[in-house]
């Protein structure tokens, strides 16, 4: 039934279909970016991060980007009997983020393309940084 149908449109047509398609599906991953911090000077190293443990998320913008929310990774350490969240730890153990790429998610193109741009997700990880200030002495 459906190859019937298929085979009722014109060839080019559907030749045209498969190249927007295949666009489509390969403009997903286009759109990536990163930020590495930098140690002291005087080199100015990228610091080193721990790549086995990432913290990662789903941000949200609403708007055309006028409406998001600052994202900072928090994990929950206790809960109250409710099941609320008490008391929370930074992931990083006060290391900070080394390195954090933002990326947008396989599903932010037809998104953007059904809300006409108005809601566009997109994917932070965060990789925490290991580097540790040697001691100073007095």
Partial sequence: MIA?????????????????LALGVFA????????????????????PVDR?????????SFLWGTVSHLWSPLVCAETDATGKCIRSRDP???HGGGEVHLSLAWYSVPLAVV????????????????????????
Avoid: H
């Fill in 4 to 20: 019937k149908a298929i085979r009722s449109f014109p060839p080019r047509c559907i030749s045209v279909a498969l190249i927007l």
């Fill in 92 to 94: 990083c153990d006060g």
């Fill in 52 to 60: 086995m443990t990432p913290q990662e998320t789903t941000s949200w």
């Fill in 115 to 138: 809300t006409l741009g108005t809601v566009i997700p997109g994917k932070i990880t965060v990789y925490c940084s290991t580097f540790v200030l040697p001691n100073q002495g007095p």
């Fill in 28 to 47: 997903v991953g286009c759109a990536t970016y990163g930020y590495a911090a930098r140690g002291p000077g005087p080199d100015l190293n990228t610091l």
